[in-house]
């Protein structure tokens, strides 16, 4: 089993619609919790960190479920910009960072 | 936000060359630095972490003496792709995590893409 699983995707949405994510992870000691963003061939770029109450930012909430150990990640108002994959990242108490596989969003006008 | 920077950005090289990567973080101490690779449509993996002064940690699988890296200021660190095969092309990205920070936030540089004919 992987340490961290997302569906690969690729979502394909119109403009305007709610998608959501998931991730799961296997450690059940991991502390930290990020969602990062890729665009094709660019570099990740952190998009949200995940609190344990949840947590929004504009058109992005993010969601962990500690029991469960799984993490959300739900886009509301799609925009052709958000087209790229998402990537959950899991990190444990010291330095240790997994990288989920990613999932890929293409918004379509 | 802290900026990391990697140079060169793209690489094409022969095989059996060497090529040097640099991660530098721009406005932040970085005691740890981590290099990554990743091939097309796969997640980054983690190759080693750089620790400043001291020898770097590789991941299993990792050839150390392939992959050198010096982490010798907070501010710096190298990899070295050494005898470089068609079959290390990929994408190298560094990132590094700011000393003291409460955030806990990685910055990643923006990558380097290596091509060995």
């Known amino acids: 089993r992987k340490e961290v699983e997302q569906d690969p995707g690729p979502f394909n949405v119109p403009e305007g619609a709610t998608v959501a994510f998931n991730c799961t992870y296997s450690?059940?000691?991991?502390?930290?919790f990020f969602w990062y963003r890729q665009d094709c061939r660019k570099e990740p770029k952190l998009l949200m960190s995940?609190?344990?109450s949840g947590n929004e930012d504009g058109r992005f909430t993010a969601q962990l479920n500690r029991a469960s150990q799984y993490i959300s990640l739900l886009i509301r108002d799609s925009k052709l910009s958000d087209s790229a994959t998402y990537l959950c990242?899991?990190?444990?108490?010291?330095?240790?960072?997994?990288f989920g596989a990613g999932t890929r969003l293409f918004v379509k006008a | 936000g802290a900026v990391v920077s990697q140079h060169p950005s793209r690489v094409i090289c022969k095989s059996g060359t060497s090529v040097k990567i640099e991660c530098r973080s721009l406005d932040f101490q970085a005691t740890t630095m981590f290099w990554y690779r990743q091939f097309p449509k796969q997640s980054l993996m983690l190759m080693a972490t750089?620790?400043?002064?001291?020898?770097?940690?590789?991941e299993q699988g990792v050839e150390k003496d392939k992959f050198l890296i010096n982490h010798a200021s907070l501010t710096l660190s190298t990899l070295t792709v050494t005898s470089a095969h068609p079959e290390d092309s990929s994408f190298y990205i560094c990132s590094a995590r700011e000393v003291n920070s409460a955030k806990n936030i990685q910055y990643f540089g923006a990558g380097t893409r290596l091509s060995v004919l």
């Open positions: 750089s620790n400043e002064g001291s020898k770097a940690t590789y």
């Open positions: 995940v609190y344990s």
């Open positions: 450690n059940s000691a991991s502390q930290s």
């Open positions: 990242v899991v990190r444990d108490g010291g330095f240790k960072t997994i």
